[in-house]
């Protein structure tokens, strides 16, 4: 269902912008505690380490306990507004955009539009074309889910006024480069690999077995996304500290705080401070979240896939006219 099928095509870039929103925000709902977990342990400076008695946070269940405690159970889903703008928006682009390019190519080119290759230039492609058009929303919502308490933003409207008026409409994009570069392989080759384990699963399981195709596209797409996180994780650690620039005064109570002059200039630092490792901060809650998050999108999008071309069947006509 992901991509063109010209022998099933059954969906209008419409309805799989439709889709692919509505997979966004039931998947952001679920997967918000670890995204919070992950942007906290990113935005560390000190080790991940209870041995360092300046770092906050240690670990997975222990940033859980100290942010529940300090902050309520809400906190877990600070930023959740804006996150969810950012989850509707880029899911409806994205599989809107890969829809048409993977139609594209089968209509100019001699490629099969099923190719796991072509699957990973439009998946990387789409993505960009989708980061490019929520940018804005996932800057707002890596502030959210950074600043502490008393919060320095109170509501959404606030943090947008704020920002533009004291940093300019450029504090928006803070990012956007390494963002660019880490997404497209990164949307890539989640959509490469769930694209190759859908293939290679038409070989271990029976055709005739559709009862576990839903489990098949959630396990398909999980191990397509921690595969995918994992290769390309050091950029997203870049993205996120580049996003909170000009926002220092509101992580005081996490740690120390760095001024970075742009993208090299991150990495330089990171490098001569916290150490190779320190590309690798928060990859554990961030795993996590790949394999849900990247297994309830395409598990949900075939999902909601399957119910438009199933209302529109000759069946389910039928019975409307009956």
Known sequence: MVGYDPEARCVSTVEAAAAGSASGLVTRVLVSPLDVLKIRFQLQIEQLSSRNPAAKYHGILQAVQRIFREEGLTAFWKGHVPAQFLSVGFGAVQFMAFESLTELVHSVTSFNARDSFVHLVCGGLAACTATVAVQPVDTLRTRFAAQGEPKIYPNL??????MYQTEGPQAFYRGLTPTLVAIFPYAGLQFFFYNTLQQFSKWVIPAEAKNGASIKNLVCGSCAGVISKSLTYPLD???KRLQVGGFEHARAAFGQVRTYGG????????MREEGPGGFFKGLSPSLLKAAFSSGLIFFWYELFCGLLCALKSPESMKRKEG
């Open 157 to 162: 409207r606030h943090a947008v006024v704020t």
């Open 237 to 239: 650690v870049v993205k």
């Open 263 to 270: 993208l090299l200039d991150c990495m330089r630092q990171i």
